[in-house]
């Protein structure tokens, strides 16, 4: 889903092309012009993170903390100045006819009056599947853009999938390509609660090449953004779930569970979507997630000097 790199290459490009969360919304009324404060914030952002040896500098700015199990990986972060809280959790769907990578993203509300906000969430960047592909991104670059769409399982934005036409390969014989990446998202514990995905990457930063500044929800909304007219067809796709005009009490949550995964075809997106988007699916699976791990490694036992 994404081009493998190396660690030292991988920290510095992860927070701008791996999974981002932007949320833009309101407090206290429904923004400045009806007494209510509005904002656009980026939680885990590198911008907002703490310098080690500069407290009272970062005095202001968001706590974040990381759990990690034997099967799955937490990290939080707490704004205080906003009164969110952001918790994202990770593992990998045990247990099925499927394979995902699935993430949940859990915002809650930790201020003292009502947060009205919209989000998008998931990855900056989605590449295909098909042929030789690590090679193709390293060395063909924008060329291979030409070979890659994202195509649609309905008439909604709900199921996108991300493939390429062919098989980029200087050969005689042209293979057409079937399989493909996906990226289903819902809210959790709401049926039929799949959500819209934010595919064109323009739409999200603009003219910004670099996905450093979402400069087109800045220019516009991520209500208007859904609704604009999106082009996936020769050129790097995002996969952003879309969560529009969310009302949260203070201490009220919600979550958006993720999953992103590989599939033969694109007709077998809507069966999926309609397994995995079940009332209490993510939830089941992310417990026997780590009841495998316990079971495997019950065998074991380590001692170590602290």
Not at 29 to 45: A, Q, V
Request: proline share 4%; aromatic share 8%.
């Amino acid at each position: 889903m994404l081009e493998f790199s190396s660690a030292n290459k991988a920290y510095q490009q992860t927070p701008y092309l791996g999974f981002r969360t932007f949320l833009q919304g309101s407090r206290g009324g429904h923004g400045d012009e009806k007494g209510g404060s509005s904002f656009l914030m980026e939680p885990f952002s590198p911008a907002t993170a703490k310098v080690e040896g500069l407290d009272e500098e970062d005095s202001g700015k968001p706590t974040r903390t990381m759990y990690v199990g034997t099967n799955e990986m937490e990290i939080v972060e707490e704004d205080d100045v906003h009164g969110v809280t952001t918790s994202v959790t990770y593992f990998v769907l045990p247990e099925d006819t499927i394979a995902s990578l699935v993430r949940r993203t859990t915002i809650t509300n930790t201020g003292d009056d009502s947060l009205t906000f919209s989000a998008l969430d998931g990855l900056a960047r989605m590449e295909p599947t098909g042929g030789k592909l690590q090679w193709s991104l390293k060395n063909m670059g924008r060329t291979l853009e030409g070979w890659m769409g994202v195509y649609h399982a309905d008439d909604t934005l709900n199921l996108p999938f991300y493939r390429m036409s062919t098989e980029a390969s200087d050969d005689a014989s042209v293979k057409i390509e079937k399989a493909g990446h996906y990226a289903i998202s819902f809210v959790e514990g709401k049926k039929d609660g799949i959500l819209p995905i934010v595919y064109d990457t323009e739409k999200v930063f603009g003219f910004s090449s670099t996905l450093q500044e979402p400069n087109g929800i800045r220019a516009s909304s991520i209500e208007d953004i859904v609704d604009m007219p999106q082009y996936g067809d020769a050129k790097t796709s995002s996969a952003f779930a879309a969560l529009r005009k969310v009302k949260l009490a203070p201490g009220e949550s919600i979550t958006v569970t993720s999953f992103y995964g590989e599939a033969d075809a694109v007709e077998k997106l809507p069966e999926i979507a309609k397994k995995i988007s079940s009332v209490g699916y993510s939830e089941k699976k992310l417990d026997r997630a780590r009841e495998l791990m316990l079971e495997l490694t019950s065998s074991v036992e380590t001692h170590t000097a602290n």
